[in-house]
């Protein structure tokens, strides 16, 4: 019926895709394990299961909320719906401040309380490093 040539390219080409969904998948799979999702606070009061994996929560930090003491800071994530406690063990970037926008990074207590690892501060877009400033300034 068919060639031997034809056989040999309908098996290449079968073992070539076969090994290609193969590979995809055991890449997505090594990923899967990598990925830290991203939540709202909102998000977080919807959750139904409280899961044990890494997180970040993002939103404005609240007005009136941060307060630091000489081992750890405690403020209020909000996206101006639901608000989450932050308790936060380390130096916050410089950038961090109330009314401003941040990332945190770590595991839920609960539904109102987050255990940061890691504080990622967030500028706007008009945000420009000091030095290009003073570059710009002296031309």
């Known amino acids: 019926m068919y060639g031997k040539k034809v056989k040999l390219r309908v098996l290449f080409l ?3 895709l076969s090994s290609v969904i193969l590979i995809v998948f055991l890449i997505l799979q090594s990923l899967k394990d990598n990925v ?3 939540q709202s606070p909102s998000e977080i009061k919807s959750l139904i299961e409280l899961d ?8 404005m ?8 003491n000489s081992e750890e800071v405690n403020f209020i994530i909000t996206d101006f719906k639901n608000e989450i406690n932050v308790i936060y063990s380390g130096a916050v970037p410089n950038l961090f401040a109330e009314g401003k926008g941040v990332v945190a ?8 309380y987050f255990l940061a690892t ?7 877009e008009n945000y420009m490093p000091p030095e290009v400033k003073e570059a710009i300034g002296d031309k």
């Open 52 to 59: 044990k994996k890494k997180i970040r929560v993002g939103g």
């Open 105 to 112: 990074e770590g595991f839920l207590k609960d539904k109102n």
């Open 14 to 16: 079968a073992l070539f």
């Open 118 to 124: 890691k504080i990622l501060a967030k500028h706007d």
């Open 61 to 68: 930090v609240k007005e009136q909320s941060v307060f630091v």
């Open 36 to 38: 830290i999702y991203f």
